[in-house]
């Protein structure tokens, strides 16, 4: 039986279903050079443009229930240290803004829904990234998340704490909201504290900005590439949606970090929950 999600994807192009055949193999060797030489796969185009328009709409329905979130961090997400030197990066903090929608709220009907719930998909994702199983994450919460940016907000420099990310472009701003990173700037031996300060101060010369406008599927390493979103510009929200996968079947996360990235909402449904289990 045909997925849903099939009817999203320009499958000419990129054809995830059909892995097996010379086709298919093409495109995992072209997204595993493309992770080879900087931690980045780009596709754009990946769904179609009526899909994707869809998509949108559906998204900036849901977005009043997404939690607000407002306030400071540095790349690292850490505490300040005092005893750093005062130019260190990792003293290095900003304020930043944005609205973040956790997976429970994300209907199963919704077009963003059945492309995370395809197994074409999944198998895609785990061929180009080598792993030897790959799930859809089991965090009802974090399993996927729509990300809104409007004018003013932006996502600063940062790490990611997972290996890697899958993220969906719904929308662009009208200008600003510009993907940016640089490759490989730090190792598991190595912090390359003087090319982060360089990247934060703009001097750095291998900043990467890819092309992405609305359909655009990226599969990005961010654990040692430093990557921020920029400030968005203009009256049209920045919104992307956010695949999460583990090698693991049933990685969930704690009640404490999804109520720490969610927010109050979350935070309800989990009480709700523990006051029905106490009955």
């Known amino acids: 039986m045909t997925s849903p999600a099939a009817s999203l994807v320009d499958l000419e192009r990129y054809p995830v279903d059909r892995l097996d055949t010379p086709e298919g193999q093409a495109l995992v060797a072209s997204c595993r050079a493309q992770l080879e030489t900087n931690g980045c796969c780009n596709l754009t185009g990946f769904v179609r443009k009526e899909a994707v328009a869809a998509m949108r709409e559906e998204a900036l329905g849901l977005e009043d229930m997404a939690y607000r979130q407002d306030g400071r961090r540095n ?147 961010g654990m040692y590439s430093l990557h921020r979103v920029s400030e968005v510009q203009g009256n049209r929200p920045r919104i992307t949606a956010v695949l999460s996968y583990d090698g693991r079947p049933d990685r969930i996360a704690t009640d404490r970090e999804n109520i720490h990235i969610y927010g109050p909402r979350v935070a309800a449904v989990l009480e709700s929950r523990r006051a029905q289990e106490s009955l």
């Open 75 to 221: 790349a690292y997400f850490t505490l300040d240290d005092p005893a750093l030197p005062q130019d260190d990066p990792r003293r290095r903090y900003w304020h930043y803004r944005m609205h973040q929608l956790a997976g429970d709220a994300i209907p199963g009907g919704t077009g963003c829904r059945a492309l995370f719930q395809w197994g074409a998909l999944t198998e895609f994702f785990r061929q180009i990234l080598d792993y030897e199983a790959l799930y859809p994450m089991a965090d009802e919460f974090q399993n996927l998340n729509l990300i809104y940016l409007h004018s003013g907000h932006h996502q600063p420099w940062h790490y990611d704490q997972g290996e890697f990310a899958v993220t969906l472009l719904l929308q662009a701003p009208e200008a600003g909201g510009d993907f940016e990173f640089v490759p490989a700037i730090r190792s598991e031996t190595d912090e390359n504290l003087a090319g982060v300060a360089a990247a934060i101060d703009g001097r750095h010369p291998g900043v990467v900005r890819p092309v992405r406008d609305a359909g655009t599927l990226t599969v990005f390493r």
